[in-house]
């Protein structure tokens, strides 16, 4: 997600708060125990399950709702109804329920309120989701780009439901689109001057493009539709903030489970090539939006790829899921290296340089 430059002057690290922060100071207090409570916070996991007590799991996620003038308010509010959508539909049930807050900056006006609102109305329309409630407002020190946050919710059967940590050993590893397709987007149309400048005109808006991309919505019911659990996809997970080898590397953390992903294989478009390129980045650990993980039983890998196939999307086979003490391991061309979930994504860091530099 991509911010205003007034919102990154002086912040040594945006995004994430570090791993190790998480789990010392955030995962060990979460007030009252809960014996309804299946699945709760932790490092990679997308979704909490609460059990029904029929059969039933409800299925919830929050994230972040950002608006960046750069982009303008329709496109902004696309990007953030699938970014928490995407989370919820790793869960492998479709997206259902919303409640919004939106916590505005006063300088937001009347008209670009209506127009990012209309924006997250026609996405979750879309998808049949229904916003349940929520809070409006304006506030003194709230700035662009985070403006709220969203918490959707569904119902589904227990058994069809699907998690991070539900990988096993055995397990292949597909990932659907490829590298950086969140950041390729995003930094060509934050910087449209200086990206068509630099890679020409054509480049800037085959970049741009990518932006349509930034969601798995789709690839996730179209892969769980293949079935799920001990016979079909055992997890999915999308790829954000640390990209292909971040994602992998949370999916490891939640199931608890070894994994070795081949970077030689991951599909990274030659767009992204280019915007890595400029701006001094690598494609597999930066943003990803757009990149679904799913971790699938080996017989099941052709049923998953003609699943997302009838949707027009390819799925590549870039590793396995091993027992945990075979450890993880990213194979490069130049050797082997640990699997590590990064302290932080350099996409936010390249942003602040291309700002101050005076990118436009």
């Known amino acids: ?16 708060v570090a791993p190790r922060f998480l789990q010392e100071a955030i995962l060990p207090f979460l007030g009252a125990r809960r014996p309804e409570v299946r699945l709760g916070p932790g490092q ?26 750069r982009l303008g308010m329709g496109r902004s509010a696309w990007l953030a109804a699938h970014l928490v959508a995407s989370d919820l539909a790793t869960s492998g049930f479709p997206p259902q329920l919303a409640l919004v807050e939106l916590n505005l900056p006063p300088r937001m006006s009347d008209e670009e309120l209506r127009v990012y609102w209309q924006g997250l109305h026609r996405a979750w329309e879309a998808m049949g989701v229904a916003v349940i409630g929520g809070h409006t407002g304006r506030y003194a020190g709230c700035d662009y780009t985070i403006v709220g946050s969203a918490t959707l919710l569904a119902v589904g059967p227990a058994d069809r439901y699907v998690s991070p940590a539900h990988a096993r050993p055995g397990d292949r590893i597909l990932v659907t689109k490829g590298a950086a397709i969140e950041a390729t987007g995003v930094l060509a149309a934050s910087f449209p001057r200086t990206v068509a400048e630099r890679l020409g005109a054509d480049w800037q808006r085959r970049c741009e493009a990518f932006l349509d991309r930034a969601s798995v919505v789709a690839d996730a019911l179209a892969a769980a539709r293949a079935g799920t659990g001990p016979h079909g996809v055992t997890a999915m997970h999308d790829a954000t903030e640390g990209g292909i080898l971040g994602g992998l590397a949370e999916m490891a953390a939640a199931c608890g489970q070894g994994i070795v992903v081949d970077a030689s294989k991951v599909p990274v478009a030659e767009e992204t090539q280019r915007i890595c390129e400029l701006f001094e980045l690598d494609p597999l650990v930066i943003a990803g939006e757009g990149a679904l993980l799913i971790a699938v039983r080996p017989e099941r890998v ?27 391991w990213v194979e490069t061309p130049s050797g082997r290296r640990p699997l590590e979930v990064p302290e932080w994504d350099p996409y936010w860091e390249a942003y602040r ?8």
């Open 302 to 328: 052709a049923a998953v790829r003609q699943e997302l196939a009838r949707i027009g999307q390819a799925a590549a086979e870039i590793g396995w899921v091993r027992p945990p003490g075979e450890g993880r």
């Open 1 to 16: 997600m991509s911010g205003e430059p007034g919102a990154l002057r002086d912040t040594p690290h945006l995004g994430k």
């Open 44 to 69: 990679g996991l997308d979704t909490a399950a609460v059990d029904l007590g029929d059969g039933r799991l409800l299925v919830a996620t929050a994230d972040p709702l950002w608006a960046a003038p």
């Open 353 to 360: 340089r291309a700002v101050e530099s005076g990118w436009e």
